[in-house]
């Protein structure tokens, strides 16, 4: 295939690319028409009388307004069977944009603190996982976030529950209220984790300034950075994530809904491929920022003029970026080269 000359031949490209996802809160897939059918089931109260409503409730002017209502949107998930079809909903759409790898976050503690066992949450969760790898092909990395607005005792206890459930736990990351909550605040937690073996991620330079970055890497030792959007404010800092290759979980519909920018077409995703950024695209809350992963890759491919060999790049930081072990990464970076022929 030559250039993509038309928005249609993008589209199209961007459908059939072989592509990991990476940044994606199975939570924030939670569609409306989901949200309904397991209030019912459930008997739970919301406090939206149609799927419009809930639509029309989804205007953010920053992450905590986002945050406020995602956790509301929660509440309907109470049984393992509701965590099972939310994830199996997700992998399904997955599927239906070429994924062939996901590393998706949850967050207990949202959970938990409604009185939802642990291993409920973790049990319809994985359970999805390991029949979306059977029937749809996809494999997966599931990573615990803390919540950074809760304190980091919490996280402890939160990390000590997941103990019996470790060989399903690939990873932890830190997700939630950025601006008052630095990384460094759970400078024990991640040392725990990381002597567990467990992979460390967290979401840094969304809102917060790239000291939250620093923090990241050097009190954490965090292994990707997600976001990482506010890193560009720091020239030595890029060099040195460009210099360690360290990927970017980049998120650009949720940038636009959370007013991380102001408008897609200034957002720094070329700027950062432009850098050498190890960034990829990635939907976030797919179902409260308007679009899955092809939405978002659309979405930058059209506004920043990106080209077939930037949305080849992209896909190929997905695979590299991962935590699929080498031999599997190869396996997918061969399929992205046969694809792009
Ligand atoms: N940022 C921080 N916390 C989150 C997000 C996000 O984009 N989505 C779900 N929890
Ligand atoms: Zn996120």
Redesign the pocket.
């Known amino acids: 295939m030559t250039g993509l000359a038309t928005a249609a031949e993008r589209s199209a490209f961007i459908d059939k690319l072989p592509k990991a996802e990476l940044h994606l809160?199975i939570?924030?897939s939670l569609e409306p028409e989901l949200m309904f059918a397991l209030a019912q089931r459930n008997g739970v109260q919301i406090p939206f009388a149609s799927v419009e409503e809930v639509q029309a409730a989804y205007n953010f002017s920053n992450?905590q307004d986002?945050?406020d209502i995602?956790y509301q949107g929660m509440a309907v998930l109470i049984e393992e069977q509701d965590f099972y079809d939310l994830t199996m909903a997700y992998l399904q759409r997955a599927k239906a944009d070429n994924v062939r790898h996901v590393e998706i976050?949850f967050?207990p503690q949202g959970h938990t603190e409604r009185g939802v066992a642990f291993a409920t949450v973790i049990n319809g969760i994985s359970r999805a996982l390991a029949a979306g790898e059977r029937d749809l092909g996809i494999s997966y990395r599931l990573i615990m976030?803390f919540l950074r607005h809760l304190s980091e005792e919490n996280a402890l206890a939160t990390l000590a529950e997941a103990k019996p459930f470790l060989e399903r736990i690939h990873g932890v990351g830190l997700?939630?209220?950025?601006l008052g909550h630095p990384p460094g605040k759970f400078t024990n937690v991640f040392a725990q984790a990381r002597d567990l073996g467990l992979k460390l991620v967290a979401?840094a330079g969304?809102e917060g300034p790239p000291e939250y970055v620093y923090e990241a890497l050097d009190i954490l030792k965090i292994d990707r950075i997600?976001?990482g959007n506010r890193a560009l404010e720091d020239t030595a800092l890029v060099k040195r994530l460009v210099d360690n290759g360290m990927c970017l979980t980049v998120?650009p519909l949720?940038n636009l809904k959370?007013c991380v920018v102001d408008d897609i077409h200034d957002h720094p995703l070329k700027r950062m491929l432009d850098h050498g950024l190890k960034a990829t695209v990635n939907a976030?809350?797919p179902s409260y920022f308007g679009g899955y992963v092809n939405d978002n890759y659309r979405a930058v491919a059209e506004a920043l003029d990106l080209s077939k060999d930037e949305l080849i790049l992209l896909a190929q930081n997905s695979f590299i970026g991962s935590f699929l072990e080498d031999s599997d990464k190869q396996r997918h970076l061969a399929a992205v080269d046969a694809y792009a022929g």
């Open positions: 809160h939570e924030g992450l986002f945050l995602y976050f967050d976030c997700d939630s209220s950025e979401h969304e997600d976001h998120c949720s959370l976030d809350d």
